[in-house]
């Protein structure tokens, strides 16, 4: 019998994460770290004719990268461990176009390596890139030669590294020295790492995290984490991917698609899938580091925007900064990574709410509202069966000057509120659409003395396991 609309959007509230992207949720923000042979080429793609011999940084040093990236309060740090110019990284045994031929460390050296345990003594998760577009090596576009020699690449980044958080593909699919474009085998991919390394999410070309759409670190006005699961196919296809080099595609917003999730998008859509979004970009204007591009690092003001524009819009953000010639990252990108860190800090420092009187419309039994409040993701404020419509007040002692909102919903229940407001002693000083894993609202300082969060539009019972305000 043909579910009803009602049905259908009951049904698509209750669709959860998977134990993987809970996990990956929780990180939020984490870096990008593109190096490799091109930036001692001052390129931003190799076409895989470099000389080994041209990887030679004086000074690498992977613990410099990861303590300038945990000052910023990034949780994590990807790696292009092989660009599309098909240089790796690591000693790999399947080509010579690697670092065991250079000449850093007499050929001795091995960055995965040293990047993944600077990672593990910090405690941040270690994620790996490894391009499909190999311009190196001549079995690309071959078909299932090529496959093969992906996969044995894949095999050792997989399991001689130690725990791997993220895969992250593009779709990049140039043409290949024969004049053909390779046909990758996307599902032999998947198995691999799921064999090899089953915690780890495989990011945009993959089935766990998909893709915003642009480089430019610009979200959706509603990012709605339950899509049609036809998304998860779309992005293997190259159209979808970079298509050019340079700083002009890393600053390019596309507005395609903008709505994916709502009522409209998926009815009729067909079967619906948890397929949240990671917004990427770079703190420069290109990917690869470039000395002209010193003076044209982001500001903590822009990185600001953009953070609440994606991991406050239910989103995660993919960080660029790329190391220099040296193998360290620049002094402008440290100075400035090290200052937004401390923005962040001190904008959200001192949660208020705690502090409060709180009070709801409509809570479910085992799950009263004063668990919005408690800290962590395991408890949460559910309203009561049947009711998808809620108010939650918080009384202060005192009048109390604030100036942002920042919500959550446990995800372990789904993703259900579409639409709500904040008021300010009656006053509506805010409105946001989706909240999922975190809703951050900014608006202009006000003092007041009570605090209303209406929840306007839901799916079925809203639930919160962070309501803070600043």
Same mark, same amino acid.
């Given at each position: 019998?043909?579910?009803?609309? &009602? ?8 669709i959860?994460?998977s134990p993987?992207?809970?996990?990956w949720?929780?990180? /939020? ?6 190096f =490799?042979?091109?930036?001692?080429? $001052? ?11 041209? +990887?030679?940084? !004086? ?11 945990? *000052?910023? @309060? ?12 098909g240089?790796?990284?690591w000693?790999?045994?399947?080509t010579r176009?690697?670092v ?5 460390? $007499? @050929? ?17 998760? +270690?994620?790996?890139?490894? *391009?499909?577009? #190999?311009?190196h ?6 078909? #299932? ?49 799921r ?18 759409? $642009?480089?430019?670190?610009k ?20 159209a979808k991917?970079q ?9 390019q917003?596309?507005? /395609?698609? /903008?709505?994916? =999730? ?5 009815? @009729? ?11 990427d ?15 044209q ?15 406050g ?11 220099? !010639? ?8 440290? =100075?400035? %990574?090290?200052a937004?860190?401390? %923005? ?35 408890? +949460? ?24 909102l920042?919500? =959550? /919903?446990?995800?372990?229940?789904g &993703? ?8 300010? #002693?009656g ?31 839901s799916?079925?019972?809203? !639930? ?7």
């Amino acid at each position: 019998m043909p579910e009803t609309e &009602q049905e259908r959007i009951i049904a698509a509230a209750h669709i959860t994460p998977s134990p993987r992207q809970y996990a990956w949720q929780a990180l /939020e923000f984490y870096a990008f770290v593109h190096f =490799g042979i091109t930036t001692f080429t $001052n390129r931003e793609w190799g076409d895989g004719t470099e000389d080994p011999a041209l +990887f030679a940084p !004086t000074a690498l040093d992977a613990g410099q990268w990861v303590a300038a990236i945990k *000052s910023a @309060g990034m949780k994590g740090l990807i790696l292009t461990c092989k660009h599309h110019d098909g240089f790796c990284l690591w000693p790999s045994a399947y080509t010579r176009h690697s670092v065991r031929y250079s000449p850093w460390k $007499n @050929g001795k050296g091995d960055v995965v390596r040293e990047v993944a345990q600077a990672c593990a003594a910090a405690g941040l998760a +270690f994620g790996v890139y490894l *391009s499909p577009w #190999d311009r190196h090596e001549p079995s690309y576009g071959t078909g #299932d030669a090529y496959n093969r020699y992906y996969l044995a690449q894949l095999h050792e980044l997989a399991t001689n590294y130690g725990k791997i958080f993220c895969f992250w593909f593009d779709g990049a699919c140039g043409e290949g020295k024969n004049g053909k474009k390779q046909v990758y085998d996307w599902d032999a991919y998947y198995q691999e790492i799921r064999r090899c390394q089953p915690d780890a999410v495989i990011n945009v070309c993959g089935p766990d995290v998909r893709w915003c759409g $642009n480089e430019a670190g610009k979200g959706r006005k509603s990012e709605w984490s339950v899509v049609p699961a036809t998304l998860r196919d779309n992005e293997r296809v190259a159209a979808k991917s970079q298509q050019t080099a340079g700083a002009a595609f890393a600053r390019q917003v596309s507005t /395609e698609d /903008e709505d994916l =999730g709502s009522r409209a998008a998926i009815r @009729g859509a067909g079967a619906l899938a948890w397929y949240p979004a990671e917004v990427d970009t770079s703190l420069r204007p290109g990917w690869f580091y470039h000395p002209e591009e010193d003076t044209q690092v982001r500001t903590t003001a822009e990185l600001f925007e953009i953070y609440c524009g994606s991991v406050g819009a239910n989103a995660s953000l993919l960080l660029n900064i790329p190391p220099n !010639t040296a193998g360290l990252l620049a002094p402008p990108d440290v =100075g400035v %990574l090290g200052a937004f860190g401390t %923005l962040l800090a001190q904008k959200f420092a001192w949660d208020q709410a705690p502090g409060a009187v709180v009070t709801a419309t409509s809570a479910d039994a085992r799950h009263p509202v004063a668990e919005a409040l408690a800290p962590g993701r395991a408890r +949460f404020w559910k309203a009561a069966p049947g009711v998808a419509q809620a108010a939650i007040t918080l009384q202060f002692a005192a009048p109390a000057s604030v100036s942002c909102l920042v919500l =959550g /919903e446990d995800l372990l229940t789904g &993703q259900r509120i579409e639409a709500g407001e904040l008021l300010a #002693d009656g006053k509506r000083v805010a409105t946001f659409t989706v909240v999922g894993n975190k809703r951050i609202c900014n608006f202009a300082p006000v003092r007041a003395t009570t605090l209303t969060l209406r929840i306007l539009e839901s799916r079925c019972e809203p !639930t919160l396991c962070r309501l803070s305000v600043y």
